[in-house]
């Protein structure tokens, strides 16, 4: 058996390739997933991939899902994929309370929570591979998403500073910052838009595909990529340079 890789929404779209090639790879992969039980059904079927039910918001279910994880996989958890996330779009003046937490909630606080349950045990083996699936747009910042940009760009400052704290563990932290991905949710863009306002924004004149963020991912989680940390790849078609 492989080491143990835990995917976060890793039954669908980016998180669904990410998994695939984990896989691939050699390890024993774990995808989590939050709500959509029929895809991850599928997907389970499809792979043979586990899948796991729980809120990453929640740090209670965080900490008995990677246990129950570990228990089912018989070994500890060595490589985390922080890819959950939400959207919760509006302008800043009609943006709620609410939009702005469930936001926070996922994608930032829910690194934390996933991040935190497994690090002792990274600290304790002396190795660890995390890396966080931030954006675009955690970059740039987007109109009409002042909370997920926030918590994306809330994610490279974790991975920061986590790096840091780990270096001398043997634990890596990087992060990837995906542009514009062909997943169910972007081809769902009317095909106008897309065609006329989001694709000429993008140099190389396409869609990224999910296969290439996994592969992004599965360096970082090798041992080649042991020197590199603290790193963020931006993976955008040129489309923003930091």
Same mark, same amino acid.
């Given at each position: ?19 695939? $090639?984990? %896989? $691939? ?13 029929? $895809?991850?059904?599928?997907? #389970? ?11 990453? $918001? ?28 939400? #959207? ?6 009609? %943006? #709620? ?9 996922? @994608? ?8 935190? &349950? /497994? ?17 675009? @747009? ?8 002042? @909370? ?24 890596? &932290? @990087? ?41 992004? &991912? ?15 790849? #931006? ?6 340079? /930091?």
């Amino acid at each position: 058996m492989g080491r143990i890789a835990v995917v976060t929404g890793g039954s669908r779209g980016i998180g669904a390739a990410i998994s695939k $090639a984990l %896989m $691939a790879e050699g390890y024993t992969v774990a995808a989590t997933y939050g709500g959509n039980e029929s $895809a991850a059904s599928a997907f #389970t079927e499809e792979t043979g991939i586990r899948t796991y039910k729980w809120s990453v $918001a929640d740090y209670d279910a965080c900490k008995a899902g990677i246990a129950g994880i570990e228990a089912d996989l018989d070994g500890p958890v060595e490589v985390l994929v922080n890819n959950a996330g939400i #959207t919760r779009d509006a302008m800043f003046h009609k %943006m #709620t309370p609410e939009q702005w937490r469930e936001v926070i909630d996922t @994608n930032l606080t829910g690194v934390f929570n996933m991040t935190h &349950v /497994v690090w002792p045990g990274m600290r304790e083996r002396k190795f660890g591979r995390v890396v966080n699936i931030s954006s675009i @747009n955690g970059q740039k910042g987007q109109a009409g998403q002042a @909370n997920y940009s926030a918590a994306k760009a809330g994610d490279l400052g974790f991975t920061k500073s986590l790096a840091q704290e780990g270096a001398r563990a043997g634990i890596t &932290v @990087n992060a990837i910052c995906p542009g514009y991905i062909a997943t169910e949710m972007v081809k769902a863009i009317d095909e106008k838009v897309l065609n006329e306002r989001i694709i000429p924004q993008i140099p190389v004149g396409r869609l990224g595909e999910p296969e290439e963020i996994a592969r992004c &991912v599965t360096f970082l989680a090798s041992d080649d990529a042991g020197f590199i940390t603290g790193s963020t790849i #931006t993976a955008n078609g040129a489309q923003f340079f /930091v």
